[in-house]
């Protein structure tokens, strides 16, 4: 099973971005794709979440209205679009994905995810 993150990158603040995730290797119909992200000195959040069967997404209260998040099943692929950066967005951002025996109903917790990316730098400069 690999994750492979790409994009991100720098930009100033009020730029946009786009980081996309391929997950590979994975069997199984019900598959959920996560990004989370680790700032300096802080720890590792979970932002934006999808579930590739159904489309369902859900976003932290840091990102929701300015982040989106789309996929497409068929290629186990997430796109991250960040729109209207902060500085406070620069971290590691990191790409992780679940496997269900049936439609998730949780598909936001870390501990499901047990695949993960070597993650991708976003910087924003204000």
């Known amino acids: 099973v690999t994750v492979v993150e790409s994009g991100g990158g720098s930009v100033q603040a009020g730029g946009s971005l786009r980081v996309s995730c391929v997950v590979s290797g994975l069997l199984g119909e019900y598959l959920a794709i996560g990004w989370f992200r680790q700032a300096p000195g802080k720890e590792r959040e979970g932002i934006a979440f999808l579930s590739t069967s159904d489309g369902r997404t859900l976003f932290d209260e840091a990102v929701k209205g300015r982040f989106t998040l789309a996929g497409d099943k068929a290629k186990n692929t997430a796109y991250l679009q960040m729109s209207n950066l902060k500085s406070e967005d620069t971290a590691v951002y990191t790409c992780?994905?679940?496997?269900?025996?049936?439609?998730?109903?949780?598909?936001?917790?870390?501990?499901?995810?047990?695949?993960w990316g070597q993650g991708t730098q976003v910087t924003v400069s204000s």
């Open positions: 992780a994905a679940a496997t269900f025996l049936e439609p998730p109903m949780n598909f936001w917790s870390l501990y499901l995810y047990h695949y």
